[in-house]
């Protein structure tokens, strides 16, 4: 049972919201300004499509509702209600519109066809009684721009059903019944308070399918701004700011450049198969995720790319796409900070955290390919060379070659590891990077 709430008052209404599960005093609570936001402007997008559908349609029928109770007592108390007998009983009888939203529970468009007949029934029978000086006729197009505001944008294809049929409607009205009928008495100033009423109602419900429209447009835009702005950081973590530029400008460009220094490298997790194995995979994901949202922060901070994970491989980029003098510093100073993050990390997690580490300098080609699931990846024997420094590394260290060493100067510390066979290249001198030489670096 969902509460209404208008400033103060209550009405348990939990049938008009559709929500057959919802008990006594607890569930949706509408407050007179959402109400308000429901019925003139459409914007409460919070309550799912059901729930606020029926409760458009319920805000729109009470009013009218309300409104015929008004024209009953009128017809009683003010007028012959013999003589006004037609419209007294189809007042009172138009009360069963409020069971609307209880049809909307089951079928939103039997609801709005209900409600449509009903509607169209009562300013007809009104117009039959008061004739065409009363202008009831523009009741109908009134409830035309209801109908566009409420199921215009949902179900186009029912406008061309609905509409056609209430603006022939409105348009023969007047001429099937020019004059009122003489049971009716009415009065020049009854006539006269109709035709005022109708009018301005037409009036005001232009003036809030002009606020509508505005609202929606101004919805559009910054839905629009906002699924731009999720494309636009979704694009950034898939490839670097420059290469998706040119992705924009020319979406069928083969992207492949070619960066003779750069330094590659390639940071493994020691023993994380047999860790994997006794994880739960919640726990592993949160594990690895963990790991490398630390390492993604120390990219962002030395400037490098990230180029990708495999498994519990981490491989980064320095001077790529982007050229930059300094890359095997900024590739040394990232590797050096992920070793201290993994014991800082080791304390905090209550287990050892430790990683192999390796790193080679060369010439690479980076580039997009692919038209599904694209990122930005490298390629190259660099790559491969510094694949080969991690996977022949030893837990804990930097392992680098002879390139990497030399491309460093005397920045940092080093120590020879002596020769290393490697797959595909022979017998490399290598040696492991042990730590910042202060003093070179104070000259700095």
């Known amino acids: 049972m969902a509460t209404i709430q208008f400033t103060g008052l209550h009405f348990e209404m939990g049938f008009l919201m559709g929500d057959p599960t919802a008990s006594a005093g607890t569930g949706l609570t509408i407050s007179a300004k959402r109400l308000f936001n429901l019925y003139a402007l459409g914007r409460s997008h919070d309550l799912p499509v059901p729930q606020r559908d029926a409760a458009l349609l319920w805000a729109a ?26 419209a007294a009983a189809f007042c009172a009888s138009f009360q069963i519109t409020l069971i609307i939203p209880w049809i909307a529970r089951r079928s939103q468009l039997v609801a709005e066809v209900f409600a449509s007949v009903m509607i169209v029934a009562l300013f007809t029978l009104l117009m039959w009684m008061f004739g065409a000086t009363s202008d009831l006729n523009y009741a109908i197009l009134s409830f035309v721009l209801i109908l566009i505001m409420e199921i215009g944008t949902r179900r186009p294809a029912a406008m061309l059903v609905f509409i056609p049929p209430l603006i022939a409607l409105f348009w023969a009205l007047p001429f099937w019944f020019p004059d009122p009928q ?42 629009l701004a906002s699924e731009y702005d999720r494309s636009e950081t979704l694009l950034a973590n898939l490839v670097p700011g420059q290469i998706a530029e040119r992705l924009k400008e020319n979406p069928g460009e083969v992207i492949a450049d070619e960066n003779a220094e ?36 120390l990219t962002a901070r030395h400037g490098l790319e990230k180029i990708k994970t495999i498994g519990d491989a981490y491989m980064v980029a320095a001077g790529m796409p982007t050229a930059r003098a300094d890359h095997a510093q900024a590739a040394a100073e990232m590797a050096l900070d992920m070793l201290d993050i ?24 980076g580039g997009v390919i692919g038209t599904t ?25 930097i392992q680098l070659t002879t390139e990497a060493r030399t491309a460093l100067g005397s920045s940092y510390t080093f120590a020879p590891r002596g020769s290393v066979e490697i797959k595909g290249k022979g017998t ?17």
């Open 61 to 86: 029928i009470l009013p009218l509702a309300c409104a015929t109770i008004l024209g009953w007592a009128v017809f009683y108390l003010a007028y012959d209600a013999a003589s006004l007998w037609p």
């Open 182 to 223: 003489p049971f009716t008495n009415a009065t020049p100033w009854l006539l006269e308070t109709i035709q005022f009423a109708n009018l301005s109602s037409l009036i005001l419900v232009t003036l809030m399918m002009i606020v509508v429209i505005l609202r929606r447009a101004e919805n559009a835009e910054i839905a």
């Open 262 to 297: 750069v330094t590659i490298l390639f940071a493994d997790i020691v023993d994380f198969t047999p860790k994997a194995a006794r994880m739960a995979p919640e726990e592993l994901v949160n594990y690895l995720n963990r790991i490398f949202s630390a390492f993604d922060a």
């Open 342 to 365: 993994t014991r800082r990390l080791s304390a905090d997690m209550g287990e050892t955290v430790e990683v192999r580490i390796g790193l080679h300098t060369g010439s690479a080609v």
């Open 373 to 397: 699931k694209v990122f930005y990846d490298v390629w190259g024997d660099t790559v491969n060379t510094a694949a080969r420094m991690e996977s022949h590394g030893e837990a804990g260290h």
């Open 428 to 444: 490399v001198e290598t040696f492991w990077l042990t730590g910042r030489d202060i003093k070179s670096q104070d000259l700095l």
